[in-house]
């Protein structure tokens, strides 16, 4: 019913820049918050960035003033502005959302399908 499509990963050079961005599509009402993801090999899943429908944000402390979340609610899109990445920043980037779907009084988290980021020289 709802599909999340992530795209902008890559390979950068230490201090580089990344722009990912998580478009939701399908069967939509509404979406409240959205956010992003990492897994990093042999590591749990943690939060990186998320963002309310009404625009308020929060972050890891890992990427407080390195990462900046943001969304376009006419485009039910969520991007991930990264900079100064650093090595550590590598992982599997996951977009995730909590979305209501049309003729349902409920909301459900729905995922990307992962995006790689490498940070490597």
């Known amino acids: 019913q709802v599909q999340l499509v992530e795209s902008g990963g890559g390979l950068v050079q230490p201090g580089g820049s990344l722009r990912l961005s998580c478009a939701a599509s399908g069967s939509i009402f509404s979406i409240n918050a959205m956010g992003w993801y990492r897994q990093a090999p042999g590591k749990q899943r943690e939060l990186v960035a998320r963002?309310?429908?009404?625009?308020?944000?929060n972050y890891a402390d890992s990427v407080k003033g390195r990462f900046t979340i943001s969304r376009d609610n006419a485009k039910n899109t969520v991007y991930l502005q990264m900079n100064s990445l650093k090595p550590e920043d590598t992982a599997v980037y996951y977009c995730n959302a909590d979305v209501r779907v049309i003729g349902s009084i409920y909301s459900n988290f729905y995922w990307g399908q992962g995006t790689q980021v490498t940070v490597s020289s």
């Open positions: 963002i309310t429908s009404g625009g308020t944000t």
